[in-house]
């Protein structure tokens, strides 16, 4: 960098894809900094093709990474938050869900439908982590349940993804509710026997990991996925003390024997067909 | 020695005036000093702000799980452990009587007293915890006890250990299997309701509150700190979250609100066990008019249709 660039504001960081221009062209890896072209890493399905860390996916690409071509149906789609509670925080709720919807041209956080995986008719839902956060209110806790009440009339299996930093504190106890509606409802999946697979990508957090998330009859976790109840800077507060290398991360639960298995983003497809396929005798 | 919150002060001083009279024998006085608290205590307590019922909620005079269970409780048992790997005192679990009529009783402890409140963890359970719970639950189906919850506690504890032995699948492992067990069920706020760490022992037959506790998604504090980014700003939070348990009935997220003495739990807790019991007993009489299929699909529908939505 010479001395008129530090002058003017131009740098040698600066000449660099901004963050804003990134989806366009660069797409920088967080893990080990290798700067690549856009095309390569959605061809991955946002995992860098050189150490396999698991960047973030938008909502669309990962459906139709998973289910057939133009087999996804989605439901549910005009379900619409309100504002039981006319909460305003610094901004007021209906302010941030007008922003949220522009920014996502979605409703919701969650995305609900039915869809074929490898010809295998499957509920599916995914929660997408741009609209607030993947956060847990009354329109996503009521997509859940009526995916449930759909794959026990069709005797389907459900797929759930979950993306979420947890409940959604805008909408206070409706919100903490969700959590005791949407495990309600598994358990009654449960009783027809008919197989629920849940899959923790990042970050799954309090109460939706708190809930439906962690009652999978199989979870699976993305690589590297931050999987918790309570959230790092909660918990160093609380003990005081640093927290040790992959703490709450997916491979660190499957050490402890929380989940069944971290499985690679590209592989996710064959490894949801080939269980459902199993639990449903098929 | 009593501790009286700022707005609390002049129902203090009548208190003392109060024993004053009597230790003159001055019956006269003393009379008309009562008739004065009453007023006095009405007026206080009928204009509470949210933020003061949250003081209230946290009072450290406030009765705790244990002492409901010493005051109702007869002949009874008290449950140990989750048989894998630790007794997690934040949670007390008790076999015994209310009024002739057979009971389990699951409480979120805390502890009075700095060895009290380290020995329950500050009532901040950990997943065996909520796993001991769960097996007094299953013994209370088992054996068809009424099940008799009650909730105190600021939150699950987030620590190593939680986190390593699934807190997330304690919690969420007793909303699944609360939502379909077959005993008459009924949990009671008594005190702080903390969001899923409450919640593990607030999937019942009927969720009530008592009339100075809350019940909230995240603490106001925590609140504050992230939507407010400001630590500052918690009574703003209080009153936003709508926690308390006049707000809740409101909007119908709650089954009742248990007449807690006007004064407090916290200056009557005679009289605040025996609202509880007294609750419990017509309620579980009220649910077993029902068959075991009708209540366990009433209780599901109550917990799947709870939501506000446009469609
Ligand atoms: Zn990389």
Redesign the pocket.
């Known amino acids: 960098m010479n001395l008129l660039d530090l002058f003017t504001g131009r740098s040698e960081a600066k000449k660099q894809p901004t963050k804003s221009e990134a989806p366009s062209h660069w797409i920088k890896?967080p893990?080990?900094q290798?700067l690549m072209y856009y095309k390569e890493v959605e061809n991955q399905n946002y995992v860098?093709p050189?150490?396999?860390?698991h960047l973030r996916i938008k909502v669309d690409q990962r459906i139709s990474m998973l289910c057939d071509d133009n087999t996804f149906v989605e439901m549910d789609a005009t379900l619409k938050p309100v504002d039981p509670l006319k909460f305003v925080d610094k901004k007021s709720y209906v302010k941030r869900v007008e922003e949220n919807v522009k920014k996502t041209s979605r409703t919701s956080s969650v995305v609900s439908g039915e869809c074929e995986i490898n010809s295998i008719a499957t509920q599916l839902v995914v929660f997408d982590f741009a609209f607030m956060g993947g956060s847990l209110g009354s329109v996503e806790g009521e997509k859940i349940v009526r995916a449930v009440e759909r794959a026990i009339e069709k005797k389907q299996g459900l797929v759930i993804l979950s993306a979420s930093g947890g409940a959604r504190m805008q909408e206070s106890t409706y919100a903490l509710l969700q959590m005791s509606k949407t495990s309600a409802a598994l358990a009654k999946l449960a009783k027809h026997k008919l197989p629920y697979i849940s899959v923790l990508t990042d970050p799954t957090m309090g109460g939706v990991s708190a809930s439906f998330a962690t009652l999978g009859d199989i979870i699976i976790a993305e690589p590297g996925a931050l999987i918790g109840f309570a959230g790092q800077r909660v918990i160093k507060q609380t003990i005081g003390s640093d927290l040790p290398d992959g703490f709450q991360r997916a491979e660190f639960l499957l050490e402890k024997g929380s989940i069944d298995m971290v499985v690679n983003r590209n592989d996710l497809k064959k490894t949801l067909s080939d269980l459902l396929k199993m639990m449903l005798g098929k | 020695m009593a501790t009286y919150l700022d707005f609390e002060q002049k129902i203090k001083q009548i208190q003392e005036d109060i024993i004053t009279a009597e230790v003159r024998h001055d019956s006269a006085a003393a009379e008309i000093l009562k008739k004065e608290l009453d007023k006095e205590v009405s007026k206080t307590y009928k204009n509470l702000s949210a933020y003061q019922q949250l003081q209230l909620a946290r009072h450290q005079d406030r009765p705790y799980a244990l002492d409901y269970i010493n005051l109702l409780l007869e002949d009874k048992y008290e449950i140990h452990g989750d048989r894998h790997f630790r007794d997690d005192e934040a949670i007390v679990c008790y076999m015994g009587y209310i009024a002739g009529e057979r009971v389990m009783v699951i409480g979120e402890q805390k502890g009075r007293g700095t060895k009290n409140k380290l020995k329950r963890n500050f009532g901040m359970p950990n997943p065996e915890g909520y796993r001991k719970a769960l097996r007094a639950a299953k013994l209370a189906e088992k054996f068809n006890l009424p099940l008799l919850m009650l909730i105190d506690t600021p939150g699950a504890y987030p620590g190593l250990g939680a986190e390593e032995r699934n807190q997330s699948e304690a919690i969420a492992r007793n909303l699944l299997e609360l939502s379909q067990l077959n005993t008459q069920s009924v949990s009671v706020v008594i005190g702080e309701g903390g969001s899923g760490g409450a919640l593990a022992i607030g999937v019942a037959d009927k969720l009530v509150m008592m009339r100075y506790s809350v019940f909230s998604v995240i603490s106001p504090e925590g609140c504050s700190a992230i939507l407010w980014n400001d630590p500052t700003k918690v009574e703003s939070a209080t009153n936003a979250l709508k926690i308390t348990s006049q707000d809740l009935i409101k909007l119908d997220l709650i089954d009742d609100i248990i007449d807690e003495p006007l004064i407090g739990a916290h200056r009557d807790k005679e009289g605040a066990a025996k609202a509880i019991g007294d609750y419990f007993l017509s309620a579980i009489r009220e649910l077993r008019e029902l068959s075991d299929e009708e209540r366990l699909e009433k209780r599901y529908k109550r917990l799947t249709g709870v939501g506000a939505y446009a469609e």
């Open positions: 890896c893990s080990c290798a860098c050189k150490c396999s860390h």
